[in-house]
């Protein structure tokens, strides 16, 4: 009922707390303010821009570019609601081009910050200069004719403490302004970035010749030699970029990067297509890896409907799933033609080993015996041997002081009789009275894993020092997340150092894994890591580790093996239960028991 004369319970907020409130949709944390500032940097034309924060950026945030710049008239008005150079009408936001374009992102940040401001356009003889605080312009000065814009951020959240409390650690900060900027140069290859903090240079991307040379920058080398390209088009839209090899697909979820006409976003329907595309070659578990740029004619998509334009709507949601879908199947077939798997076309060019189903009378009982644990070599029963021949293109490998691994103490276990080995991949034994095949990669991974996780729980896995330290590049949230968990990964056997600000020195990994490649090994296991502050429990966080450090120490598909390795290996995976999975949850095993060979050959009932 309307209440005439009386005063009503509807209030219109004032003009503060109005902004806080939108300040609240826009800047989440220090790396969103970093994401707008950076993408009107862009909008301005910056060719290159250095990014400088102190503390995570809550005590500064300071982005320099060499854009246009703003003109006396225009620089204050940029910090009024909704102004914007960006739109003329309302017909424009059908049609975005530019990265910002509400006007909302200035405002908003100056209502929670301390801001000082100085710009200058290309053709003015003096730059200006000016202070916001609490949301309004200060006195402007005349300032060096410096083309571009330079815009500091202290302060910040400096009156809500209720927000500023809930933000995480300084590491974790910077790890959001890390990825805001690898978005960045990912998406604009052709803009040089620099990153900042505490004065120390974390990130350095100069300007690329092509989105290839951007994604090596920023994902490292070693993603790209996982990864096959991406190639689609329709008349109204074009996906490119990479995907990784369904045989190199982790348990991470880092890189899943989607550009769209070079805005970061999410989109369900998109990824949706991208899991398609991979189908039943994905493993259980397991995650598509991916850098794809998807560009849609700007008419056919809505961007407006998330505050921090993160999600977007397409017109032909349809269409675009199709495009997607259809390209990452292609690219997955051709990734299936030059993949070392079993069956491949390049291992079937190999010569068929001699020593495949018992022909191996070449071979002394030195060779045969077991050289220790590790990608290029036999399970480990305590001995040690020279290296028998492994296929080549493995990358390098670590070389260690010893390489003896702790045994354990056997059970007695029925008779096993090593049979042979089929495509360098699957063993062929009989255990007591039932023909096998099993796995060898994924059946050593289980004992390495059963072993790991006994000396994790028992008094700690022992580290095996190496005798040369591995430098390994790291991307900027990487290193930070080494440096905040490097206790962590002592108590897993494996000691690293800082190594400069984007790096690190291995110098020892956990005993028993033998030789592995360096760097695929510790950016497993630093995905992993990246994940444990979703994990609920400490088993949570550590069994992914472990599942990872076993997965590069064992023994690879096509890696041959003589028949007293087989017959090692099948008794290491007997004793440690014969699980029938790895602990990614890959198959370890077929078994035909002697009636069920009976029942097939017809011999039951006779």
């Given at each position: 009922?309307?209440?005439?004369?009386?005063?009503?319970?509807?209030?219109?907020?004032?003009?503060?707390?109005?902004?806080?409130?939108?300040?609240?949709?826009?800047?989440?944390?220090?790396?969103?303010?970093?994401?707008?500032?950076?993408?009107?940097?862009?909008?301005?034309?910056?060719?290159?821009?250095?990014?400088?924060?102190?503390?995570?950026?809550?005590?500064?945030?300071?982005?320099?570019?060499?854009?246009?710049?703003?003109?006396?008239?225009?620089?204050?008005?940029?910090?009024?609601?909704?102004?914007?150079?960006?739109?003329?009408?309302?017909?424009?936001?059908?049609?975005?081009?530019?990265?910002?374009?509400?006007?909302?992102?200035l405002?908003?940040?100056?209502?929670?910050?301390?801001?000082?401001?100085?710009?200058?356009?290309?053709?003015?003889?003096?730059g200006?200069?000016?202070?916001?605080?609490?949301?309004?312009?200060?006195?402007?000065?005349?300032?060096?004719?410096?083309?571009?814009?330079?815009?500091?951020?202290?302060?910040?959240?400096?009156?809500?403490?209720?927000?500023?409390k809930?933000?995480?650690?300084v590491?974790t900060?910077?790890?959001?302004?890390?990825?805001?900027?690898?978005?960045?140069?990912?998406?604009?290859?052709?803009?040089?970035?620099?990153l900042?903090?505490n004065?120390?240079?974390?990130?350095?991307?100069?300007?690329a010749?092509?989105?290839?040379?951007?994604?090596?920058?920023?994902?490292?080398?070693?993603?790209l030699?996982?990864?096959?390209?991406?190639?689609?088009?329709?008349?109204?839209?074009?996906?490119?970029?990479?995907?990784?090899?369904?045989?190199?697909?982790?348990?991470?979820?880092?890189?899943?990067?989607?550009?769209?006409?070079?805005?970061?976003?999410?989109?369900?329907?998109?990824?949706?297509?991208?899991?398609?595309?991979?189908?039943?070659?994905?493993?259980?578990?397991?995650?598509?890896?991916?850098?794809?740029?998807?560009?849609?004619?700007?008419?056919?998509?809505?961007?407006?409907?998330?505050?921090?334009?993160r999600?977007?709507?397409?017109?032909?949601?349809?269409?675009?799933?199709?495009?997607?879908?259809?390209?990452?199947?292609?690219?997955?077939?051709?990734?299936?033609?030059?993949?070392?798997?079993?069956?491949?076309?390049?291992?079937?060019?190999?010569?068929?080993?001699?020593?495949?189903?018992?022909?191996?009378?070449?071979?002394?009982?030195?060779?045969?015996?077991?050289?220790?644990?590790?990608?290029?070599?036999?399970p480990?029963?305590?001995?040690?041997?020279?290296?028998?021949?492994v296929?080549?293109?493995?990358?390098?490998?670590?070389?260690?002081?010893?390489?003896?691994?702790?045994?354990?103490?056997?059970?007695?276990?029925?008779?096993?009789?090593?049979?042979?080995?089929?495509?360098?991949?699957?063993?062929?034994?009989?255990?007591?009275?039932?023909?096998?095949?099993?796995?060898?990669?994924?059946?050593?991974?289980?004992?390495?894993?059963?072993?790991?996780?006994?000396?994790?729980?028992?008094?700690?896995?022992?580290?095996?020092?190496?005798?040369?330290?591995?430098?390994?590049?790291?991307?900027?949230?990487?290193?930070?997340?080494?440096?905040?968990?490097?206790?962590?990964?002592?108590?897993?056997?494996?000691?690293?150092?800082?190594?400069?600000?984007?790096?690190?020195?291995?110098?020892?990994?956990?005993?028993?894994?033998?030789?592995?490649?360096?760097?695929?090994?510790?950016?497993?296991?630093?995905?992993?890591?990246?994940?444990?502050?979703?994990?609920?429990?400490?088993?949570?966080?550590?069994?992914?580790?472990?599942?990872?450090?076993?997965?590069?120490?064992?023994?690879?598909?096509?890696?041959?093996?003589?028949?007293p390795?087989?017959?090692?290996?099948?008794?290491?995976?007997?004793?440690?239960?014969?699980?029938?999975?790895?602990?990614?949850?890959?198959?370890?095993?077929?078994r035909?028991?002697?009636?069920?060979?009976?029942?097939?050959?017809?011999?039951?009932?006779?």
């Open positions: 009922m309307l209440t005439i004369g009386g005063r009503g319970k509807i209030r219109i907020l004032s003009g503060d707390v109005v902004s806080r409130i939108a300040a609240g949709e826009v800047v989440e944390r220090p790396a969103a303010v970093v994401k707008e500032l950076v993408e009107n940097s862009l909008d301005a034309g910056s060719r290159s821009l250095t990014i400088e924060v102190k503390d995570g950026g809550l005590t500064l945030i300071r982005i320099t570019d060499d854009g246009e710049g703003m003109s006396r008239e225009d620089a204050p008005l940029a910090f009024e609601r909704h102004a914007t150079s960006k739109l003329q009408s309302d017909e424009d936001l059908w049609s975005i081009h530019t990265m910002g374009f509400r006007g909302e992102a405002p908003s940040i100056a209502s929670v910050s301390h801001v000082r401001v100085s710009t200058a356009i290309r053709s003015a003889e003096v200006i200069e000016f202070q916001v605080k609490e949301g309004r312009v200060g006195k402007i000065v005349e300032a060096p004719p410096v083309a571009g814009t330079s815009i500091e951020v202290g302060e910040l959240f400096y009156n809500q403490p209720a927000r500023k809930f933000l995480k650690s590491p900060e910077l790890s959001h302004i890390s990825r805001v900027i690898q978005q960045a140069a990912l998406a604009w290859p052709s803009v040089h970035f620099r900042i903090h004065g120390t240079e974390i990130v350095n991307y100069p300007a010749l092509s989105e290839k040379d951007r994604v090596s920058q920023v994902c490292r080398p070693l993603f030699g996982r990864c096959r390209p991406v190639q689609g088009s329709l008349p109204t839209a074009r996906v490119g970029g990479y995907i990784v090899d369904p045989v190199h697909a982790t348990s991470s979820r880092i890189p899943q990067e989607l550009f769209l006409n070079r805005r970061p976003v999410r989109n369900a329907a998109v990824f949706h297509a991208v899991a398609e595309g991979y189908g039943a070659s994905l493993p259980k578990g397991l995650h598509p890896l991916f850098v794809l740029f998807l560009d849609v004619d700007p008419d056919r998509v809505d961007v407006n409907i998330h505050p921090a334009k999600d977007v709507r397409f017109a032909d949601p349809d269409m675009i799933h199709q495009l997607v879908r259809r390209a990452v199947r292609q690219a997955i077939g051709a990734a299936q033609g030059h993949s070392i798997m079993p069956g491949s076309s390049e291992q079937r060019e190999r010569p068929a080993s001699k020593r495949l189903w018992g022909q191996a009378a070449d071979v002394s009982s030195e060779q045969a015996q077991l050289q220790g644990t590790g990608a290029e070599e036999a480990s029963s305590g001995r040690r041997d020279s290296p028998t021949a296929p080549s293109g493995f990358g390098a490998q670590l070389a260690f002081v010893s390489e003896t691994a702790e045994p354990y103490a056997r059970v007695p276990l029925g008779e096993v009789v090593a049979l042979g080995q089929l495509n360098r991949t699957f063993l062929v034994v009989q255990i007591g009275g039932d023909l096998a095949v099993v796995d060898q990669h994924t059946a050593h991974e289980r004992v390495l894993f059963e072993r790991l996780y006994r000396a994790w729980t028992a008094r700690g896995i022992q580290s095996q020092p190496l005798l040369l330290p591995q430098a390994i590049g790291l991307s900027a949230p990487h290193a930070a997340l080494v440096r905040r968990h490097q206790g962590d990964l002592e108590k897993l056997g494996l000691e690293l150092e800082p190594f400069g600000s984007s790096a690190v020195l291995i110098r020892a990994v956990p005993t028993g894994l033998g030789k592995i490649d360096p760097e695929p090994f510790l950016q497993d296991v630093l995905d992993d890591l990246s994940q444990w502050n979703h994990a609920s429990t400490v088993e949570t966080k550590v069994r992914p580790v472990l599942a990872s450090l076993a997965c590069h120490g064992a023994v690879r598909a096509g890696r041959p093996l003589e028949l390795e087989i017959k090692a290996l099948i008794e290491d995976w007997r004793a440690e239960g014969e699980m029938t999975t790895c602990p990614h949850g890959r198959r370890t095993v077929f035909l028991g002697t009636d069920d060979l009976e029942k097939m050959f017809g011999r039951a009932g006779w």
